[in-house]
């Protein structure tokens, strides 16, 4: 990455025992070389992957048309506000999710290949196999320009061994990041450990004992910070002064959030698993948590890569808030049923409303002389397109963001079958300034993503 855009990093942060607290960028107290003349530092990209399982009802997921202007269809209108943000992306492919020669295993497969477009080895045991994914992939690249190399979140626990999808390893369908061939990177669930973690000094044992005397006094993580956010007040602007005080506001809302959900009563959900404590009892209060990790990492520079799985492949989790007491995975084996499709949509548009609300929450954070999604690539999808085939091309695909004015987006963009979805990957990599030889079964870069 160019040195310009390597300053931004250089965050203002507030420290408290146990407490290092990234800020937003801020000009008042950046350094003077960065504020010459036209030499405002260049806000850093940032990508951001999200995986939902069993596929989608593809007749109302799909535009009817291609290009500018085009209608949003049933599922996608919790995006209306934000269609001139996004590429809806037809035609993708992930081959290496096919069984070729594999058999049964289409669930497990679907999640190991998302990012990876790597052909999973067949094993329960310990011997699992997939590939570098594309997240890793810039990690290892760029992970040490921020503090945090990259953030993996989820919504269900899932298991890491065992057999999940006929002779699959549970690795497979729990983790859609993996570091090397054999490593998947565990996901974090749970809101309270992101949010500690993304406002950590480093030192665990320090930290913990901090959160434990915080407990204890029922005291905010600001109450550790605040004389250096005094100190600092003393130095900004009259638009930095608001633009902390709003950030502040921000953080401290979360974390009432956050207190509020670990003051309830333990419970389990309806997965296959219980629920660890603090985890919310609304599903969606959960996933919009982790969204708001997302963009707290992204906001501080914190970290610029993150991944969340809304569930794991092959989720039977029931959407009972939704009046669907039956279970996902089994819904998806629709048969053509219009009753089981009916709700496989109203499923389907549930997930698309909180990718809205993670794509609003970005929009109207500043970011530069933007904000933080003119500055990022948020790719949203399943690695099955029709849950009842179980196929795996045309996948159900969005690209949200304007990668810094480097994606046209507002479109219904239909690529050639058979296109590897990696080759969207590979041009994420090289807006990313982190190009690779490639990534699982990718052919190039993919076109028509810049008109």
């Avoid at 530069?368 to 399943?382: P, R, T």
Wanted: charge should be neutral.
């Amino acid at each position: 990455m160019n040195q310009v855009a390597n300053n931004i990093s250089r965050r203002n942060v507030l420290r408290g025992l146990g407490v290092s607290m990234a800020l937003p960028f801020l000009e008042s107290v950046a350094p003077k070389f960065l504020l010459a003349a036209n030499s405002l530092p260049t806000p850093p990209q940032r990508m951001a992957f999200i995986f939902v399982p069993n596929g989608v009802d593809l007749a109302n997921w799909t535009p009817q048309t291609k290009g500018y202007g085009y209608e949003l269809p049933k599922i996608l209108k919790p995006l209306a506000q934000l269609q001139d943000d996004l590429l809806v992306i037809s035609g993708l492919t992930h081959d290496k999710g096919r069984a070729n020669g594999d058999g049964p295993g289409d669930h497990a497969r679907s999640a190991s290949v998302f990012l990876t477009g790597a052909q999973p080895r067949k094993t329960a045991g310990a011997n699992i196999r997939s590939g570098v994914s594309v997240d890793q992939a810039a990690a290892q690249s760029a992970g040490h320009l921020t503090r945090l190399r990259s953030l993996e979140l989820g919504c269900e626990p899932g298991r890491s061994a065992g057999n999940c999808d006929s002779g699959y390893s549970c690795a497979y369908s729990s983790s859609v990041s993996w570091s090397s061939e054999s490593s998947p990177v565990g996901k974090e669930t749970n809101p309270r450990s992101v949010f500690e973690r993304l406002f950590s000094n480093g030192k665990q044992q320090e930290t913990d004992k901090n959160k434990l005397r915080r407990d204890a006094l029922k005291k905010s993580i600001l109450d550790f910070i605040g004389e250096d956010a005094k100190r600092l007040q003393t130095q900004l602007g009259q638009n930095d002064k608001r633009k902390l005080e709003e950030y502040l506001t921000g953080v401290r809302e979360i974390e009432r959030q956050i207190e509020r959900v670990e003051s309830e009563p333990f419970h389990s959900v309806d997965i296959d698993y219980p629920a660890p404590k603090g985890t919310p009892k609304d599903y969606g209060e959960h996933i919009r948590l982790m969204c708001d990790m997302m963009v707290l990492g992204f906001q501080t520079d914190t970290t610029r890569i993150a991944t969340c799985m809304f569930a794991d492949a092959g989720s039977n989790r029931s959407y009972r808030h939704l009046d669907i007491p039956n279970g996902h995975h089994e819904l998806s084996h629709h048969r053509g049923d219009a009753e089981r499709l009916s709700k496989i949509s109203k499923i389907n548009q549930f997930h698309v409303a909180q990718l809205a609300y993670f794509l609003k929450r970005l929009k109207s954070t500043p970011d530069g002389e933007g904000n933080l999604l003119d500055n990022s690539m948020i790719c949203f999808g399943s690695g099955l397109s029709d849950g009842d085939r179980h196929n795996n091309e045309n996948l159900p695909v969005i690209l949200a963001g304007h990668a810094g004015g480097s994606l046209d987006s507002g479109r219904h963009l239909r690529v050639t079958a058979e296109t590897p979805m990696c080759n969207l990957f590979m041009s994420m990599l090289d807006r990313f300034e982190t190009p690779v030889e490639f990534i699982g079964d990718s052919t190039g870069l993919l076109p028509g993503l810049k008109i």
